[in-house]
C-alpha cells in the first residue's frame, strides 16, 4: 500500500471502527447528545481534513515556492527520526501551548469551547472547535512548513499516528481500562499514561469540575504526547474517568453560531458567544465552585 493511502485510510478505519464499538455499546442511543450536537461534530468532521488543513498547506507551499524555492527539500536528507521529532515540537508541542492557551485567554477559550460543552464524550468528540481555532492553530502551518522543507515522508507516517491516539483518548471504548486491571501491566501503564494521552487523563480534562478529584478542565492538554503535561506541571494521572462532563455555561448556541464565531454570533444575551469579549465572561482557567451543580 502506498504511504498516502495509508496515512489517510488509517484515521478514518480508526474512527468508524470505534465510532461502531460506540454504537454497539449504546452510547449514541442513550446519550445526552442533541441533534445540534451531532451537526457540530460532523460539519467539524468534515471541516478540518477535506478544507482547513489542505487550504493551509496549499497556501504554505505555493508561498514558499513563490518566495523560497531554493529551501524546498531542503532537510530531505535529514533523517526520517529527526524528521518525527521536528514534528512532535512543531505541531504537537505547539499544538499542546495552543490548547493551553484556549483555556487561558477567554477570548480564544470561545474558538475551543464547542469541544466542551458536549456531556458525553466520544470519537465524534474529537474534532469539535470552531473554525477558527484550526484555522488559526500553529501547528498546522508549521507541518506545512516541515512537509515543504523535505520532511513530508515522515509526516505520512506522523500524522495518522497522532490522530489514532487522539481518537482512542476521546473515545468511550476507554482502552487504557485493560492495563489497569492487572498488576503485572502496571508498569507498563505507568509509561505509557505519561508518555502520549489516553482516555483517563484526557476525559479528565473534559471532566465538569475538578472538585470530583478526578477531572482537571485546567490540565492534562497534550494531544499525542502527554509528557509534555509532566514537563510542563500540568498533568494529573488518577486511572479513573470522570461521571459528568461539559462546561459550567451550559448554553447550547445553533451550531453555526459554536463553529463560525466571531463571524456569527449568538441573539443570546446569556451566552459566552454573545460578543468577542465582554466583562460576564466565563474566565476557563478558574473552576467556580458555584457553578459545580
Do not use: C
Not at 442533541?34 to 478544507?51: A, C, G, M, R, Y
Not at 508549521?142 to 490522530?163: I, N, Q
Not at 461539559?246 to 445553533?254: D, H, L, R, S, Y
Not at 451550531?255 to 443570546?268: N, T
Amino acid at each position: 500500500m502506498e504511504p498516502e493511502i495509508f496515512s489517510k485510510l488509517i484515521p478514518g478505519v480508526v474512527m468508524l471502527v470505534l465510532g461502531i464499538l460506540e454504537a454497539v455499546g449504546g452510547l449514541y442511543l442513550h446519550d445526552r447528545r442533541t441533534k445540534n450536537d451531532f451537526t457540530i461534530e460532523l460539519v467539524s468532521l468534515v471541516t478540518l481534513p477535506t478544507l482547513i488543513q489542505p487550504a493551509i498547506f496549499f497556501f504554505v507551499i505555493w508561498a514558499l515556492q513563490s518566495t523560497v524555492p531554493q529551501f524546498e527539500d531542503y532537510f530531505m536528507e535529514g533523517g526520517f527520526w529527526w524528521h518525527i521529532l521536528a514534528f512532535l515540537i512543531f505541531d504537537d508541542l505547539t499544538q499542546y501551548l495552543w490548547h493551553r492557551l484556549s483555556h487561558v485567554n477567554r477570548t480564544m477559550w470561545k474558538l475551543h469551547r464547542p469541544h466542551h460543552v458536549v456531556e458525553e464524550m466520544g470519537v465524534l468528540v474529537t474534532y469539535r472547535n470552531a473554525v477558527l481555532y484550526y484555522a488559526l492553530m500553529p501547528g498546522i502551518w508549521f507541518s506545512a512548513v516541515l512537509v515543504y522543507l523535505g520532511m513530508g515522508y515522515a509526516y505520512l507516517f506522523y500524522l495518522p499516528f497522532k490522530l489514532t491516539v487522539i481518537l482512542l483518548a476521546h473515545s468511550e471504548t476507554k482502552w487504557d481500562r485493560f492495563l489497569y486491571r492487572y498488576k503485572v501491566l502496571n508498569p507498563l501503564a505507568w509509561v505509557i499514561e505519561r508518555v502520549i494521552s489516553t482516555p483517563s487523563t484526557h476525559f479528565a480534562h473534559h471532566g465538569l469540575t475538578a472538585e470530583d478529584g478526578v477531572s482537571h478542565p485546567n490540565g492534562n492538554y497534550g494531544n499525542l504526547l502527554f509528557l509534555w503535561d509532566v514537563l510542563l506541571g500540568t498533568a494529573k494521572i488518577t486511572r479513573k474517568y470522570p461521571e459528568r462532563f461539559g462546561a459550567w455555561n451550559q448554553v447550547k448556541e445553533p451550531w453555526y453560531v459554536q463553529l463560525f464565531f466571531p463571524i456569527i454570533r449568538s441573539s443570546d444575551e446569556k451566552s459566552e458567544l454573545h460578543s468577542i469579549r465582554t466583562k460576564n465572561d466565563y474566565d476557563p482557567s478558574v473552576d467556580f465552585k458555584e457553578f459545580n451543580r
